[in-house]
Nanobody, 124 residues
Framework: QVQLVESGGGLVQAGGSLRLSCAAS????????MGWFRQAPGKEREFVAA??????????YYGDSVKGRFTISRDNAKNTVYLQMSSLKPEDTAVYYC???????????????WGQGTKVTVSS
């Protein structure tokens, strides 16, 4: 059974940094696209970032609101994907979800598996 488990959320001041991790289990994920989404209270789930699978060069892409501040990376040996968040703003406050997709994209509908989410709160 595929499982995605996020960690690393918490409370941080505006301008600070935080790194989220997502550990995957259940099968090998090296060829899958891994993504991060977030959902703030009362808002729809929003695409944050995604990174392609291997085995060769990977590529990543980002939502406009986080471009230049967030960096996604993955360690296939550990079946883990990371989201390094810098220059955090209060509007980054949300529950962050890790997701897996064979084809990728920015649409939640293309992702097959989801983690339970980790909460990030950015204080002003």
């Amino acid at each position: 059974q595929v499982q995605l488990v996020e960690s690393g959320g918490g409370l941080v001041q505006a301008g600070g940094s935080l790194r989220l991790s997502c550990a995957a289990s259940g099968r090998t994920f090296s060829r899958d696209i891994m993504g991060w989404f977030r959902q703030a209270p009362g808002k729809e789930r929003e695409f944050v970032a995604a990174i392609s699978g291997g085995p060769y060069a990977t590529y990543s892409y980002y939502g406009d609101s986080v471009k230049g501040r967030f960096t996604i990376s993955r360690d296939n040996a550990k079946n883990t994907v990371y989201l390094q968040m810098s220059s955090l703003k209060p509007e980054d406050t949300a529950v962050y979800y890790c997701a897996l997709s064979p084809g990728g994209g920015r649409d939640t509908g293309t992702y097959e598996y989801w983690g339970q989410g980790t909460k990030v709160t950015v204080s002003s």
